[in-house]
């Protein structure tokens, strides 16, 4: 059997990190498009989009996000394609979290005073118009906060993707357990290594929303 | 498409199925209970007890919300029997739960306590209350009316969350999809229907919060 | 002998010194209405009696005991020393009634019964007696505050401490309370005020303390020290609000 030292196992979990955030990226900023995207269709005035949207919140935030990760592994498998982990990983934890951002930034929009659209409507600006000049740069301040905390639930949802064979952080520590049968030390290390890349941005988040309320 | 659901298929199942549901509704409201014990213990020791077992509180809490679950599902159920603390599944899953639940409602009960005026505290003491009957009857009460939606939200978000204890083999919900679907590879269609179970569950759990919210909190 | 007195009590906020040396003697009956700019250290002078402030030298008793000693069980000390905030502070989860009734229950495990005589009993003291089951969101302002002076009347305080109780009113609901407690005054009631209304502390009070940086600057007769001043700091404060 190989032997493995302490610098064999975390090596070999800062490897496996690397996808852990590569990972977390892609669905952070995949999520965030097609967040912006559903939060137009959430807060329009066009009943059918209205409705869409809500649904497909409420699936995304009612249902496990392993539930959905299996979905996608298998679902699209129904199509004749072959579903790479990878794949299934990165369109599962895409539509989850943009279902979660687009909330959150429902509720920055929706504590913009009223008489800011009223008076950009007397202006004669177009809904989008309204979106993009008014209501946008006032409610994207209050949006930051919120936003980088939920990047923590990003990267700690990443782990999930462990579980239909995609290998960061979580699976390496799984193969590394199993390999050195070592797993107080493996699980502590993958725990901390994950702590690492958590906190920094949760402290950054709790940090902008009190400069926040001071501002206020 | 040229592929057929069948959800018939499942049909031979529905005990199973129903086995697994109970058993992440159980998980679910014991650790809700046990958690927000959990978490009223920490949030008062952090904004009334002495220094240290608020430190204390405070890395606790940080821990738990920046890992995941998963980690700590598994560094409960195979990392501690090298402590010698050998737990079975079905324990493994409960204490992760309730662990991981005291910390986010640690955190939300905190915010609740820090909300109560200061005002409202002075009063109690000058009323010759003692700072527990302070805490207990004006401050908690209080800080439960205003965090009770936040926490709704958490307990729902656990109970979704729960789906991953199914991997240490506690025989909840998700566990008996992954049974059913090692046995007749009906994979999409056990995914599906248990993914619509759980959005059920997460829907019926918000309304009994919401009505027994209201019955808690009758006034105004 | 009497009920509250205070030797030589000085305070700091970190560097900042806010009470220099006060001392001040309250007998059973008084009505002492402290006046003074804001800063001068009125209110924390009122909030350390009742053992809200700690202070670092002198000492306070009140009712014979010792505020700031170490084994002082101010739990005891409060149930004698009753206080009312700017802010009112009622409880806005419990209706009027149940302000009331809160301590003596708690507190003196008092029977609900029985504390709920007592509620009916100092609500229609402050002329309330209708709004028992109302929540203090129901309330106007001078409405919240009679509550809470009949908040703190439910535990028969023998001395009670009023800090500036009409600074947060509108003009219109000043009145009602200043006569609630006017009545008090009349019933024999010891009460220590931190007031801005000069007439009522000039009407209703039997002493008049003046604060100004952190000192007792004047005291005596109401009516007399409002007369004739006899520091320029007082003359020129009375000329300002008067």
């Not at chain 2, 199973?16 to 958690?35: E, H, K, N, P, Y």
């Not at chain 3, 802010?87 to 301590?103: D, I, K, R």
Request: net charge positive.
């Amino acid at each position: 059997m190989l032997q493995f030292s302490f610098w064999d196992i975390l090596s070999n979990l800062l490897i496996a990190t690397q996808w852990t955030i590569v990972l977390s990226l892609i669905a952070f900023f995949c999520g965030g498009i097609v967040g912006l995207v559903l939060l137009f269709m959430r807060t329009s005035r066009i009943a059918p989009l209205a409705w869409f949207t809500k649904i497909y919140i409420e699936f995304f935030q009612g249902t496990p996000l392993l539930m959905q990760l299996f979905l996608f592994f298998f679902g699209i498998a129904l199509f004749g394609v072959e579903v790479s982990p990878w794949t299934a990983a990165t369109l599962a934890l895409t539509f989850w979290t943009s279902a979660f951002l687009t909330e959150i930034w429902r509720g920055c929009v929706e504590s913009i005073p009223k008489g800011q659209w009223e008076a950009s409507s007397s202006l004669a600006l177009s809904y989008i118009e309204q979106m993009r000049y008014v209501i946008l740069p006032q409610a994207s301040r209050i949006a930051i906060a919120p936003t980088v905390g939920f990047s923590v639930q990003v990267i700690k949802g990443t782990a999930l993707a462990s579980i239909i064979g995609f290998v960061e952080l979580t699976k390496a520590g799984t193969m590394l357990n199993n390999a050195t049968f070592r797993p107080f030390l493996v699980y502590s290390l993958v725990a901390l290594i994950y702590f690492c890349l958590c906190f920094p941005l949760s402290w950054w988040a709790k940090k902008i929303e009190g400069r926040l309320n001071v501002a206020r | 498409m040229s592929y057929k659901l069948q959800f018939a298929e499942l049909l031979p199942y529905w005990n199973v199925l129903l086995q697994g549901l109970v058993f992440t509704i159980v998980l679910t409201v014991v650790s809700t209970v046990a958690g927000i014990a959990v978490g009223t213990a920490g949030a008062s020791a952090r904004t009334f007890g002495p220094a240290w077992l608020g430190r204390v509180v405070a890395v606790y809490v940080e821990l738990i919300r920046n890992t995941p679950f998963i980690v700590q599902l598994f560094f409960i159920f195979f990392g501690l029997p090298a402590l010698g603390l050998k737990l079975s599944e079905t324990t493994a899953a409960f204490l992760a739960m309730v662990i991981n639940l005291g910390a986010y409602s640690t955190e939300i009960i905190r915010a609740g306590i820090e909300a109560v005026p200061k005002g409202h505290i002075e009063a109690g003491l000058s009323l010759a209350m003692t700072k527990w009957e302070v805490l207990r009857r004006i401050v908690l009460n209080q800080a439960f009316r205003k965090i009770y939606p936040a926490l709704s939200s958490q307990i729902i978000i656990v109970m979704l969350g729960s789906a991953v204890v199914s991997q240490i083999s506690a025989e909840d919900l998700t566990y008996a999809a992954n049974f059913i679907a090692s046995r007749n590879f009906r994979n999409f269609e056990v995914y599906l229907l248990v993914a619509l179970a759980y959005l059920v569950l997460a829907i019926l759990t918000r309304a009994a919060l919401r009505a027994l919210g209201r019955v808690i909190f009758k006034a105004r | 002998m009497s009920l509250v007195s205070i030797r030589d009590v000085r305070k700091s906020f970190g560097a900042n010194e806010v009470l220099k040396g006060v001392s001040l003697d309250i007998a059973k009956g008084d009505v002492v209405a402290i006046i003074g700019r804001s800063g001068s250290g009125k209110s924390t002078l009122l909030r350390c009696i009742n053992g809200l402030e700690t202070y670092q030298s002198g000492s306070i008793t009140a009712d014979g005991i010792e505020v700031a000693g170490a084994n002082t069980n101010l739990r005891e000390l409060r149930r004698h020393v009753g206080m009312v905030f700017q802010q009112f502070n009622l409880f806005p989860h419990l209706t009027a009634a149940e302000n009331v009734m809160l301590a003596p229950t708690v507190v003196n495990k008092v029977s609900k019964a029985e504390a709920r005589a007592t509620a009916a009993e100092v609500l229609a003291k402050v002329g309330l007696s209708e709004k028992m089951d109302a929540y203090p969101s129901e309330l106007s302002g001078g409405q919240q505050q009679r509550v809470a002076i009949a908040r703190s009347l439910a535990m028969r305080p023998k001395v009670l401490l009023c800090d500036e109780i009409t600074s947060a009113l509108d003009p219109e609901l000043v009145n009602e309370v200043l006569r609630v407690v006017e009545q008090l005054a009349r019933e024999g009631m010891t009460l220590i005020l931190v007031t801005h209304e000069m007439r009522f502390a000039r009407d209703v009070g039997t002493k008049l303390v003046f604060m100004h940086h952190g000192k007792v600057h004047e005291e005596g007769v109401p009516k007399e020290v409002f007369a004739a001043p006899r520091t320029p700091e007082l003359q020129q404060f009375v000329g300002q609000v008067g």
